[in-house]
């Protein structure tokens, strides 16, 4: 499925935001108008606005679908709160790679060799 991004900047890094989950259809017996009337064809689920009319979001105006049961609803909760737990991992996600404890314990001091060649005390 596809779905509309919005681009976001966090800590220096260019991500992408899912917004939308596009290009959904639906056979007339999952939602209905503002006005009651069975929808069918094609809609979307916005991750505010829950389900709307049409294949995309877009600026112009277009309507809420109400689903038509329980079952219908949590479906659409469940793409919403896809979409936000998309998000939060990509706003929540280090903006710099964190080396784990073992690659950090690996890790041993490099050995020099002693800049006091001599055999004297070095008085």
Same mark, same amino acid.
Request: glycine content about 10%; overall charge positive.
């Given at each position: 499925?596809?779905?509309?991004?919005?681009?976001?900047?966090?800590?220096g890094?260019?991500?992408?935001?899912?917004?939308?989950?596009?290009?959904?259809?639906?056979?007339?017996?999952?939602?209905?108008?503002?006005?009651?009337?069975?929808? !069918?064809? &094609?809609?979307?689920?916005?991750?505010?606005?829950? *389900?709307?009319?049409g294949? @995309?979001?877009?600026?112009? +105006?277009?309507?809420?679908?109400?689903?038509?049961?329980?079952?219908?609803?949590?479906k659409?909760?469940?793409?919403?709160?896809?979409?936000?737990?998309?998000?939060?991992?990509?706003? !929540?996600? &280090?903006?710099?790679?964190?080396?784990?404890?073992? *690659?950090?314990?690996?890790? @041993?001091?490099?050995?020099? +060799?002693?800049?006091?060649?001599?055999?004297?005390?070095?008085?």
């Amino acid at each position: 499925m596809e779905g509309h991004r919005r681009d976001a900047v966090l800590g220096g890094i260019r991500s992408k935001l899912l917004m939308t989950r596009d290009n959904l259809t639906t056979d007339g017996s999952e939602f209905v108008l503002p006005d009651g009337r069975p929808y !069918s064809g &094609p809609y979307h689920v916005h991750v505010r606005e829950g *389900a709307m009319e049409g294949e @995309r979001h877009t600026k112009n +105006p277009h309507r809420p679908l109400t689903p038509v049961n329980e079952v219908i609803a949590r479906k659409v909760g469940i793409i919403q709160k896809g979409m936000r737990n998309e998000s939060s991992n990509i706003t !929540s996600a &280090p903006s710099t790679p964190q080396r784990s404890n073992q *690659a950090r314990s690996r890790r @041993r001091p490099s050995a020099r +060799p002693s800049s006091n060649t001599g055999t004297g005390s070095g008085y």
